[in-house]
């Protein structure tokens, strides 16, 4: 078996729904103990399906330890402080105002541990904006992702919170950057990362593309979004009613379908380049969708595959983990949780099959709140007393049951 990379780092999480949950759910594939302090309500994904958890919950929170402790109480701070002197490095998406009224702004947290790298991912980095409040659609709408998704007429999210989870990715890349020179500065130990900042990165290329049509045509011009910016790169119906997705980048990708498909136009220059094909977008549009609507789905799929063109079903959630490429070890993670089974996908690496790291299912609110602390220094005794001020908490397995009646096979 492999040794994980991050075996023996103790990382604490301070985590709320999804960017540094996400964070620490990737630490935690990595080999790294991660706690989840949470409060005495928990955290809110516990609660958001029918009274018990979320998939969020359940997929990112595998693997990791609970301690429930009120950070609003003086006794369950100083807990706190004990088990922060402990670790490696604190991940937290508290509101900047939340964190200095509950005690863990950077300073407060170097001062307890001068080694501790700090992530803080937050609404806004430093700046004019950086005490406003953000969450994954805010940083969409301000970063140009919204405006181009226009649902029912009205700019809407895209759905899954993809910029939680960059933010979480980047939040791994600064601290595991932070590991790598111990001998750095305070500075070098200070992860900041900003949901904002975060959208502006990844909407690089079309924010420059924008400034550069500026430059060559003197106005703000824009391409066509997503697929629509490359003729016959997108989903089409096959004739018996399901979605082919086709990979349709470059000249070769062109002839290759016209290959397939047995269409005359593979030979004709006028449609030979991109460019040509951007110019004359609907014939190449309609092209393609009479295509694929000329064959049934296996009939299509066998002729793309001789070709050697690239393409995919458009597949509905309830069927993706059908695929074997789905199911090659290392892909996906057996967790159970309240006794029922869950096949969760691994953070993408090479060699996870043959790690070292043990499945934890989701924990209970609490449920390492006594052996964390104890760990950490704080007595047996000590410990009972936390518990009766109700400074710290420990597992109630009865916390919930779901309200819904479980489909039997």
Not at 41 to 54: E, I, Y
Not at 157 to 165: F, K, V
Not at 218 to 226: A, D, F, L, S, T
Not at 377 to 382: D, E, K, R, V
Request: overall charge negative; some cysteine; aromatic content about 6%.
């Amino acid at each position: 078996m492999r040794t994980t990379p991050l075996a023996g780092r103790r990382v604490i999480e301070l985590g709320t729904m999804l960017a540094a949950p996400f964070a620490t759910h990737i630490l935690s594939q990595l080999g790294a103990e991660v706690i989840k302090v949470e409060p005495p309500a928990g955290d809110p994904t516990r609660s958001l399906v029918r009274g018990g958890p979320s998939g969020t919950f359940i997929a990112y929170s595998h693997g990791k330890k609970s301690v429930c402790i009120d950070l609003s109480m003086a006794e369950g701070r100083a807990a706190f402080h004990t088990l922060l002197a402990s670790a490696d490095a604190l991940v937290h998406n508290l509101a900047p105002k939340a964190a200095r009224k509950l005690g863990v702004s950077r300073e407060e947290c170097a001062a307890i541990n001068p080694a501790l790298i700090y992530c803080h991912i937050r609404g806004y980095a430093a700046g004019p904006q950086e005490n406003d409040l953000a969450s994954n659609p805010v940083a969409e709408a301000a970063t140009g992702v919204m405006e181009a998704n226009i649902v029912n007429g009205r700019p809407s999210r895209l759905g899954p919170s993809y910029h939680d989870q960059f933010a979480g990715a980047y939040a791994v890349i600064g601290i595991l950057a932070a590991m790598l020179q111990p001998q750095a500065g305070p500075a070098a130990r200070q992860v900041e990362v900003g949901l904002y900042e975060t959208g502006l990165h990844v909407a690089s290329r079309d924010l420059v593309g924008v400034q550069l049509k500026t430059h060559l045509f003197g106005c703000p011009e824009r391409e066509p979004h997503g697929e629509f910016s490359m003729p016959g790169y997108g989903a089409y119906l096959t004739a018996d009613d399901r979605w082919i997705y086709l990979l349709m980048l470059s000249d070769a990708h062109w002839r290759k379908f016209c290959e397939a498909m047995q269409l005359p136009q593979a030979g004709d220059d006028d449609l030979a380049t991109l460019r040509q094909r951007k110019k004359d977008r609907g014939r190449v549009e309609m092209l393609v969708k009479t295509a694929m609507a000329t064959y049934s789905f296996d009939d299509a799929v066998n002729r793309l595959k001789a070709a050697g063109v690239g393409f995919t079903e458009v597949l509905p959630l309830e069927r993706v983990l059908e695929a074997p490429q789905a199911h090659q070890p290392g892909k996906l993670r057996a967790v159970q949780f309240r006794g029922l089974d869950f096949e969760v996908p691994e953070f993408p690496r090479v060699g996870a099959a043959d790690e070292d790291l043990k499945t934890l299912p989701p924990p209970a609110l609490g449920e390492h709140t006594v052996d964390v602390l104890i760990a950490a220094g704080i007595t047996p005794s000590a410990c009972e007393i936390l518990i009766a001020s109700g400074a710290v908490a420990v597992a109630n397995l009865d916390s919930f049951a779901w309200a819904a009646v479980r489909h039997s096979a």
